[in-house]
């Protein structure tokens, strides 16, 4: 049988002991604000954000 192992547990740091980072754990760009999707919550579908939409050029990416 396999050993079972709590690797959640095993050499972590806790976020709280770390804050504020010098750098993000990870980072998101969206490149693009164009969606046809029409989902309840984004606010893409709304189009009131007040936010430019449209892809991103490759200059700026």
């Given at each position: 049988m396999a050993e079972r192992r709590y690797w959640r547990e095993e050499n972590?740091?806790?976020?709280?002991?770390?804050?504020?980072?010098d750098t993000p754990?990870?980072?998101g760009i969206e490149v693009s604000s164009l969606c046809n999707a029409r989902c309840v919550y984004c606010a893409h579908s709304r189009n009131?954000?007040?936010?430019?939409?449209?892809?991103?050029?490759?200059d700026l990416f």
């Open positions: 972590r740091t806790a976020l709280k002991d770390v804050i504020p980072l754990y990870n980072i009131d954000h007040g936010v430019y939409e449209g892809n991103m050029t490759m």
